[in-house]
């Protein structure tokens, strides 16, 4: 059983960028549908479909390489974990990375990137970072 699909979904997108694969396919849930909207918004991944068969959807992600077939995603990590949750309020999510990084939050007014919920003026749950 598996008790974590969104680090499942990341290290999927991760094994799929280090096997240079131009497709890969997610479980789905609504946080992670929103978390590939922000990465591909970032330019992270290329574009995303939400497939369904019957009751069962599924996401079908295509990657995103540079001119030397290179992954753009230099590393993605999960954050908050079930067994350790994090949280940042709004001042501490100002930037990751000095700008070249994005961290994904789970805020009150749904998923957001880091610079966005900053904006707003929001905190909440860190769930992954990426860049």
């Known amino acids: 059983m ?58 079908k992600v295509v990657l995103k390489y540079d001119d030397n077939e290179k992954s753009v995603i230099n590393e993605i990590k999960k954050i908050s974990k079930p067994g350790r949750r994090v949280h940042q309020g709004k001042d501490e999510i100002r930037t990751f990375k000095n ?9 009150s007014q749904g998923v957001l990137a880091n610079d966005e919920a900053y904006k707003r003026g929001i905190g909440g749950e860190v769930i992954c970072s990426i860049w």
């Open 2 to 59: 598996m008790t974590d699909i969104i680090a499942d979904s990341l290290t999927r997108i991760r094994n799929a960028a280090q096997r240079r694969l131009d497709v890969t396919t997610l479980l789905h849930s609504n946080t992670i549908e929103a978390t590939v909207a922000i990465f591909v918004d970032k330019g992270y991944l290329e574009s995303y479909k939400v497939k369904e068969d019957g009751n069962k959807k599924t996401i």
């Open 99 to 107: 700008g070249y990084g994005t961290l994904v939050v789970s805020t």
